[in-house]
């Protein structure tokens, strides 16, 4: 729940001239109702904020140390701008706005959110502006500036209701906005036109998704009774109000004990007044929220004191009621500072937009008349000129592509005629020279046979001796006619292995002899296997390449 302070409107009685001076204070101001955005951001909307690890801790200690919430919510402004996240930064921005409003750092509080509404309007942001201006409305208020903060809340009601007509907004913001014009009405002592708003906050209740009892309403609700001295109900609505913040919001009681005690002083029961307001002061320096209610307090209290004739305290709270005013409200306070002639930056900075805007646009309708048929012969050559232009180069862009397209054409044409006639005259030397090798191997074999039958005659092993320096093994043949098969076909084994990634190296083999269309004889030779293993490789082969039968495989293989 966002801050929420209520003011309450003074009752007029005759004082002793002992504590004449509280009337020199202005108790209009003292009894200023902070009640900047109730249920702005508590309700839920199609908007969501995204959460952080810096908002989370200022949210859990905002009311315990200030001061490092303070420095996370900073922390968390800098995030959102380094991440370009516009929303969730205007949110950081209004959280800290409320966190220093709840501290009564009205100026700090007032500047960060016009810095927030500068940035929801560049960013076209309804939903931020309408809680901003919801906001602005109460911080107007603080220093009776009530056309402005009319004015504000207003902005805020309409621009919520188009957001709630179109399903980006929750009407609990609506009731929100009522709830506002209750307080405002009642500080001003318009305690009819309060009840009026006060009925509106419950039909517009009854439209929103959550129709469970709220506190914060039934609180004014009770206030009020009191001004009709309804005292016994007033009473009873606000400790029902009570019962509901020990559960959901305890800092609230503030608020809670500081109504009851104002309703009690006006029913005329002073000791009962005391206590509460004692213990609104008392739970004001365990919460570090609703700190206006300090001043207001010690008020209420050096007025009843006054009237129980215990003068001593009367002047101990009055005393520091005025303390406390200083130094809120004084010509040397911040808030002063920053607030009590308040410069509408937001307005002036769009006022003077419009005016730009408006005599560029006067100075464009004089020129206008003079120079249209001058840019409209210019425009009107340019685009003839372009056409023509366009067409000749289109033409001659496309003339120019023929030419380079059939050029291209017969390069490649004759570059493809070339490497066929480069690879078949490389292949075949490459068939030639294994077919040598093969040859050799016959040769020797015949020559082992013809040894080996006239044995007698000839010293074998001086001959064998011989021919094992000339033979080589079928390994060191098929290196040989590989490097050189590779050498000449270089993509043929890589495009094999891509396709066909499960060949071994017996297919890798075979695949290169059949490309050469060697024949199933040469190939044991060369590879030294024997005939029928050849077969059987080759079986293999087209069973890999999944070939029917009328598909020939030296085909297939000349055409990878």
Aim: charge should be positive.
């Amino acid at each position: 729940m966002k801050f929420l302070f209520n003011r309450q409107a003074p009752v007029k009685r005759k004082k002793p001239k002992k504590f004449e001076f509280i009337h020199s204070l202005n108790l209009k101001k003292y009894f200023t109702l902070l009640i900047v955005l109730f249920f702005s951001f508590s309700t839920t909307a199609q908007k969501t904020y995204k959460e952080n690890e810096y908002l989370r801790k200022a949210k859990a200690i905002k009311y315990i140390d200030s001061k490092k919430a303070i420095y996370y919510y900073k922390k968390s402004i800098e995030k959102y701008k380094i991440e370009k996240d516009t929303f969730n930064l205007i949110h950081s921005i209004s959280e800290l706005a409320d966190l220093y409003g709840h501290s009564v750092d009205y100026g700090n509080s007032y500047d960060l959110y016009w810095k927030a509404l500068l940035l929801a309007d560049q960013s076209k942001d309804d939903f931020s502006k309408a809680t901003i201006y919801h906001a602005l409305g109460w911080l107007y208020s603080f220093y009776q500036r009530d056309d402005e903060a009319l004015k504000y809340f207003t902005l805020s009601h309409k621009l919520k209701e188009k957001l709630v007509a179109a399903n980006e907004m929750d009407n609990g913001y609506i009731v929100s906005d009522y709830f506002a014009l209750v307080n405002f009405y009642r500080v001003n002592g318009n305690y009819k036109m309060a009840k009026i708003y006060l009925d509106s906050c419950y039909i517009s209740k009854q439209k929103t998704k959550n129709k469970a009892n709220n506190g914060y309403i039934e609180a004014e609700a009770g206030f009020l009774a009191a001004t009709d001295k309804k005292f016994d109900a007033a009473i009873s609505k606000l400790l029902e109000a009570k019962n509901y913040f020990e559960k959901n919001d305890k800092s609230y009681l503030i608020i809670i004990n500081s109504l009851l005690g104002n309703v009690y002083k006006m029913k005329g029961d002073y000791t009962q007044s005391e206590i509460y307001l004692e213990k609104s002061l008392a739970l004001s320096k365990i919460y570090k929220s609703h700190a206006n209610y300090k001043l207001m307090d010690h008020t209420a209290l050096a007025t009843v004191y006054s009237k129980s004739n215990k003068y001593k305290l009367a002047y101990f709270h009055a005393n520091e009621a005025m303390t406390l005013n200083n130094k809120i409200f004084g010509r040397k306070s911040k808030n002063n500072q920053h607030l009590f002639e308040i410069n509408d930056k937001y307005r002036i900075q769009k006022q003077k937009e419009k005016e730009l805007l408006k005599e560029q646009h006067i100075k464009e309708l004089e020129s206008e008349e003079n120079i249209w048929f001058l840019k409209s012969t210019i425009m009107i050559i340019v685009i003839l000129f372009l056409i023509i232009y366009g067409h000749q180069l289109f033409k001659n862009i496309r003339r120019k592509h023929l030419a380079e397209k059939e050029l291209l054409a017969k390069k490649q044409e004759l570059e493809l005629i070339k490497n066929s006639e480069i690879l078949e005259l490389k292949n075949k030397e490459l068939t030639s020279s294994a077919l040598q090798l093969i040859e050799k191997e016959e040769f020797i074999e015949k020559l082992k046979k013809s040894i080996t039958e006239n044995k007698e005659n000839i010293d074998s092993t001086s001959i064998n001796n011989m021919l094992k320096t000339i033979q080589g093994s079928s390994a060191s043949n098929w290196k040989e006619f590989e490097a050189r098969f590779t050498a000449v076909n270089q993509s043929f084994y890589k495009n094999l292995k891509e396709k066909y990634p499960d060949l071994g190296q017996t297919d890798l083999k075979i695949c290169a002899l059949v490309k050469l269309n060697f024949s199933s004889k040469d190939m044991s030779s060369l590879l030294g296997i024997s005939f029928e293993s050849v077969h059987t490789s080759r079986y293999r082969l087209r069973k890999k390449f999944k070939l029917d039968r009328n598909e020939n495989l030296a085909d297939f293989i000349a055409s990878l």
